[in-house]
């Protein structure tokens, strides 16, 4: 059920629900729709910097820390075409979003993430750009676009902030929202096989994954302590959430889910860590 408070103006996105808030641009708005149910308002979630005060440093990190980068080649690789819709599932503040729009500008962007205060950043910076940007507060399981309606789903550095069950149902979800043909493309720390791990590099924390997952009232731990990137390979498989993507964690989370050509197209050993790009499309 979508909240239904007013907004300026009062218009629709095709398969995300009702605009909640509005940034004006010119003559036209960028939207922010509330997709959650009831129960997801309670849902706990692990901001992008870990600690909710640190999100009005994220951008400025990530430009210091050659992120961008990343961005710019997994909307390079996802090779969208005019006029096709794209969801960027955790788009945060939207960098992977505009990487895509800055690749095609005529495509189609809806923005997902479960963080209120990252979508209302990303509405400014749309605003400014004055480029068309849908956004959607909500979670990776239950995507807000009907069956086979997508031709693209795209995330960057955001899978890993995922529970375990939670992914597991992004995977069947990405399958059912993209039309045959469609294409999902997946940038994160991980490796395709077994080469992560095992050398150091000098490594910042881009998310400092903390204690600090914004909870809603009554939630509950879906997490657990969250230890902290620390240093190269050794960190990003020392870490609970991002280990998970090691050895083909991502190519295995798409293969169960139905996709049949999972495969890495790229990978780049990162200041951070091994960083994964892979691909699926749907038959």
Known sequence: MLDERPARPPRRASGA???TEGTRMNDSTVRI??????????????PGMGRPWLLPLYDAFTRFSRVRPLHDRAAALADVAPGESVLDLGCGT???????????PAARVT???????ALRIAARKAARRRV??????????????????LDHVVS?????????????????????????????????????????GEHGHEHGSEHGHGRGSRRGPGSTGAYGRV???????????????????????LLRLLTDAGFADAREVAH???????VTFVQATRR
């Open 156 to 196: 960057a550095l955001a899978l890993h902030h995922v529970p375990d069950d939670a992914r597991v149902r992004f995977g069947h979800e990405a399958f059912r929202a993209l039309r045959p043909g469609g294409r999902v493309t997946i940038v994160d720390f991980g490796s395709a096989d077994g080469s992560g």
């Open 17 to 19: 629900g009702t605009t």
């Open 33 to 46: 729709l509330d997709h959650r149910t009831p129960d997801e308002r309670a849902r706990e979630f692990l």
């Open 111 to 117: 923005g997902l993430d479960p963080d209120a205060a």
């Open 268 to 274: 780049v050993e990162h200041r951070y860590g091994p």
């Open 227 to 249: 230890r902290g990137h620390g240093r190269g390979h050794a960190a990003v498989a020392g870490n609970p959430h991002t280990a998970r993507n090691l050895e083909g964690g």
């Open 132 to 149: 068309p940007l849908t956004l959607v507060q909500g979670f990776a399981d239950r995507l807000p676009v009907d069956d086979g309606s």
């Open 94 to 104: 939207a960098n992977l979003s505009f990487a895509v729009l800055r690749v095609q």
